[in-house]
């Protein structure tokens, strides 16, 4: 059943898409209810100079727009390349293509989930026609997976889970491709990570991605993904740090944590609120482990 409602949703004209987009948003804002109250906090704390009725239309908008990016997302099957040409538009490709001039290695970049990021991921690769391999984190759903899997290498990027990432990269570090990586989730405890303030509230990133850059020594990039109007992406890539690496530093992680910031203040409404980015206590795991250590 659910693979029969993809492939329904995949065949249906754009103005039926929208459609149902705007009931899906009635059903999980009115009746499910979908993390209201995960949105509504992340929103408060990260906005905390706005008032309750302006906290509330944006919190609206988000729903709205992340009903219509999932439908975008199903239907991206049925899609051509002229179709991502023409509704994912590459602002400026030449700061990636200068790096498939007779460069030898990869280039990371590193993203958020603003606008649509799938749609990102077809409109660089049907724009530019180099190879595109994202990194992903499977889903609970065996059936949903599988259909985001083949969304994803439809136009031939090859999805790399994050547990066989790592050594991808190492074993193809002489090809070139960008490596895309969507790193504004939380890591798990017992990932490595990076504390720093970020949208007026302590967050965890990973530092995976900054690990691999200063092992392989890839430059680093950042894609920006604006909504221009339904249906319409506008992507930017943006400079976030050129080899050499200091080991100690972490400039890489604290650039992209900035990029992200000001994207998201620049487009709230399209970033991805309903995920717990911040149920992470950092005082918290620390007394924790300072407990574990004392054997009490």
């Known amino acids: 059943m659910q693979r029969l409602a993809f492939t329904v949703i995949s065949w249906l004209p754009f103005p039926l898409v929208y459609a149902c987009a705007w009931l899906a948003y009635l059903l999980i804002y009115h009746v499910v209810r979908y993390r209201r109250a995960v949105v509504k906090e992340n929103l408060r704390q990260s906005f905390p100079k706005k008032s ?25 099957r049925r899609m051509t390349p002229a179709d991502f040409r023409e509704r ?42 180099i190879p595109i391999d994202p990194v992903y984190k499977p889903l609970h759903n065996p059936v949903a997976d599988k259909i985001i899997y083949d969304i994803r290498s439809q136009f031939g990027s090859r999805p790399l ?35 720093t ?13 900054e690990s691999i850059a200063k092992l392989t020594q890839f430059p680093v990039l950042f894609a920006q993904c604006h909504r221009m109007r339904t249906g319409h992406y506008e992507i930017e890539f943006h400079e976030v740090a050129q ?34 980015r911040w149920k992470r206590n950092r005082l918290a795991e620390e007394d924790n482990e300072k407990v574990a250590r004392s054997g009490l």
């Open 161 to 195: 889970s994050m547990a066989q990432a790592t050594r991808d990269i190492l074993k193809r570090r002489n090809e070139f491709r960008l490596f895309v990586m969507v790193a504004d989730q939380a890591p798990t405890r017992n990932e490595r990570s990076y504390w």
């Open 243 to 276: 080899p050499p690496y200091e080991k100690t530093s972490h400039d890489i992680v604290e650039r992209y944590i900035e990029l992200a910031e000001q994207c998201i203040r620049s487009e709230p409404d399209s970033w991805l609120w309903s995920n717990r």
């Open 197 to 209: 303030t970020f949208m007026n509230q302590e967050a965890a990133f990973y530092l995976g991605a």
């Open 52 to 76: 309750d009725a302006e906290l509330a239309v944006l919190g609206k908008k988000f729903y709205r727009r992340l009903t219509q990016v999932a439908f975008e997302i199903v239907r991206a």
């Open 88 to 129: 994912a538009i590459i602002r400026n490709p030449e700061l990636v293509l200068k790096y498939s001039k007779g460069f030898t290695r990869s280039v990371i970049v590193l993203t958020i989930h603003q606008g649509n990021w799938e749609w990102m991921l077809h409109g660089a690769t049907t724009a530019m026609s």
